[in-house]
């Protein structure tokens, strides 16, 4: 009874968070390499960290075929993502399609662990792999691209110069 408390408490908080993610989410932002690297590790820490504070187990095969999928498509989706300079920053918006696939999986994920059965919770788990996958594979491509990226070379005109 206190685990379903428990976890019914954190799906509030999650369901809180998701709230302010989805203003802020699909506004243009400044993609920056520090950033990147905290949400690629935030995202690789969800699943273990959910995995552990819940319980649910999957086999780890099947978690990896799930993982790796999800990869290739966070790869793919990460290319459709636009960055481009705006002045001497890079920015990119993001597809709030995307969100929401990644804020149900979780949510899901978290829910199915709720009624107490260890089936639904390894079934909520195949949702969490790829979700993650994709996020760890977009936001991969996108630091990727990000660190190949330099800034336009200024013509006369953006110098203020005077043309001949």
């Known amino acids: 009874m206190l685990f379903t408390l428990i976890n019914l408490i954190c799906f509030g908080l999650t369901a809180a ?10 506004r243009e932002r ?10 690629l590790f935030l ?4 699943l273990p960290v959910f995995i552990w504070l819940s319980g649910a187990r999957l086999n780890w095969g099947l978690g990896l075929l ?7 498509v966070g790869v793919i989706r990460g290319q459709a993502t636009r960055l481009y300079f705006q002045g001497q920053q890079v920015v990119a918006r993001n597809s709030m399609l995307f969100l929401l696939g990644w804020i149900a999986s979780l ?5 199915l662990t709720t009624f107490g059965s260890v089936l639904w919770a390894a079934v909520g788990l195949m949702p969490l792999f790829v979700s993650t996958g994709t996020q760890v594979g977009m936001q991969g491509n996108i630091l990727v691209r990000r660190l190949l990226m330099r800034p336009p070379s200024l013509g006369v005109e953006a110098l203020g110069l005077p043309e001949r």
């Not at 920056?32 to 905290?38: D, P, R, S, T």
């Not at 995202?43 to 969800?46: E, G, P, R």
């Not at 949510?107 to 829910?111: D, E, F, K, N, V």
């Open 17 to 26: 968070m998701i709230v302010v993610m989805l203003i802020f989410f699909r």
């Open 30 to 39: 400044r993609i920056k390499v520090g950033g990147m690297l905290v949400s």
């Open 43 to 46: 995202s690789v820490l969800i």
């Open 66 to 72: 799930l993982l790796g999928g999800g990869v290739l």
């Open 107 to 111: 949510l899901i994920s978290q829910l």
